[in-house]
């Protein structure tokens, strides 16, 4: 018969355990959908993107940025995750493996139900992948892809 | 070899081979006094034997269960020998290692990647293709940073009007 103390104890070690495991393999991936405009004067940037500002300035020349939305979820191999601004419009993505350094996925830009481009990315932690996604009136539509 | 005293005990009950007898009865100095000491002895066994008739027991049974228990009660407990791997110490023994490779793996183990410290990696476009030959992809690295950029020629356009949400 296995005393209470005991079993508490095995119970509170394997939850640790488990816990640990999780948090080794905790690796997230930020999606944005962010829309870049030219204003005078410039406008007051998301605190989620002022890492980003200065090289999405830097590549697609515009001076105010609005995110229009983002998501944080875990990554893992097989993970797959769809971002629908529009019917017309979306980005799906797809884990299909992992390294020590990167994690390779594959994304598929969808308008108008047809595929504008498919790609292969390794994302590296913290270096974030910037798409060029259509234009959207006079602004440019930007998705930013970030491992954390 | 039996010394003199046995041999005469052996001789004394009887109990001396035949062989030994002859050579055994030459040793000894008063034959005849040696045989009448035999013959008494003969004779006080058998009265023994005749008049010491043993008095069966009363009650046996409890008398033996009475003479175990006081044996019982008088013989010290024997110390019990502690089991080298008891079940409780196995139990113990059992989650302190997994508390322990618990703590190991959260504190010890690198949680990041497992490139060398301080290592910076870019992320990567391996390929990059577009079914509509109106259209072309390339990708670059970020000026200034980690950032990779894909960057699609044409990639088609939203009116304005229409929302995104």
Known sequence: MIAPRAALVLFAGIALLISAAEGRGADRIWTALVLATQETPPREVAPELEPFVNGLKTVFGYNSFYLLGDKRKRIGKGTEEWLVPTKEFSLRMRCTDRDAVSYTVALELFLKEGVVVNSEVKLARNAPLYIRGPQWGKGQLIFILEVR | ?165
């Open chain 2, 1 to 165: 070899m039996k010394n003199f005293e046995e041999r005469y005990t052996a001789w004394m009950d009887g109990t001396m081979e035949a062989s030994e007898t002859d050579a055994f009865e030459r040793e000894i100095d008063d034959l005849e006094a040696a045989r009448r000491d035999r013959a008494d002895w003969s004779k006080l066994g058998g009265l023994m034997r005749e008049c010491l008739v043993p008095e069966p027991m009363p009650h046996p049974d409890f008398v033996n269960s009475q003479v175990l228990d006081a044996i019982r009660r008088e013989t010290p407990a024997p110390r019990e020998r502690p089991a080298l791997f008891p079940i409780r110490r196995l139990v113990f023994g059992g989650a302190f290692l997994v508390v322990l490779a618990a703590v190991a793996t959260a504190f010890l183990l690198p949680r990041d990647f497992g490139g060398p410290e301080g290592a910076v990696y870019a992320s990567q476009v391996i390929s990059a293709q577009s079914p509509d030959p109106k259209l072309s992809a390339y990708a670059f690295q970020a000026p200034g940073g980690k950032g990779t950029v894909l960057w699609i020629e044409n990639p088609g356009f939203i009116p304005a009007g229409q929302s995104l949400k």
